[in-house]
């Protein structure tokens, strides 16, 4: 699988068509249990990437992993933009480090998951974006010896399947943490979106 960095502005298209499509629901659960404000700030930093996708198209996978992350962080604000700040700076550095192979991509974004991990002080379980990121993480890793299409499934299924899991966690995280048992039933306003926006990154990718 060889996937250049001028594809990034297909990947953005493709997430926010995604997010705008299902903005109201993921507003109705971020109003449950959150602050309400993540759509609004992730299509933010989303608006913010399309600007500079073709500066991004320009560089090489490592530079454009980093340009993302900081422009996350300095756009989106709240807790989201300081994790999807960390994923992507984090996964700018390993992929200096690696080539865009299958394994190589696994190391990357094990990278970036790590460093949510680290900032968020959070594990799986605990009713968070991590709890699509990392089932995405390990899907991706072991399948990474198979074929592109076999991958693609596996990811997004392990990011559906990881995001439905929220719904009957207790919140150990966020403003979420202060509702106790209320939280469950519900689920996760960022595990929605990170199994949204990854779900649309694979179909780019089997689809070009």
């Not at 629901?25 to 608006?47: F, K, M, P, S, Y």
């Not at 500079?52 to 992993?65: C, V």
């Not at 394994?103 to 379980?125: C, P, S, W």
Request: charged fraction near 20%; hydrophobic fraction near 45%.
């Amino acid at each position: 699988m060889n996937i250049s960095t001028q594809s990034i502005a297909l990947f953005l298209e493709a997430i926010k068509a995604e997010i705008a499509t299902n903005a109201d629901e993921v507003t109705a659960l971020d109003q449950a249990i959150g602050d309400g404000d993540h759509v609004t700030n992730l299509l933010r930093g989303l608006e913010a990437l399309e600007k500079q996708a073709a500066e991004l198209s320009e560089l090489d996978w490592s530079a454009a992993f980093m340009k993302i992350g900081m422009t996350l962080m300095s756009t989106m604000g709240g807790a989201s933009g300081s994790l999807y700040g960390s994923l992507f700076v984090a996964m700018g550095k390993e992929a200096k480090n690696n080539e865009m192979s299958l394994q190589g991509l696994a190391d990357i974004f094990h990278a970036g998951v790590q460093a949510v991990k680290t900032r968020g002080k959070a594990e799986l379980g605990e009713k968070t974006m991590l709890d699509t990121l990392i089932p995405a993480s390990h899907a991706l890793n072991v399948k990474a010896d198979a074929g592109a299409s076999d991958v693609l499934d596996a990811i997004k299924q392990a990011a559906y399947d990881g995001m439905l899991s929220t719904k009957d966690m207790l919140a150990t995280k966020g403003r979420a943490s202060f509702l106790g048992e209320r939280a469950r039933g519900h689920i996760d306003a960022g595990a929605r979106t990170s199994q949204l926006m990854i779900c649309a990154i694979a179909d780019v990718i089997e689809q070009n």
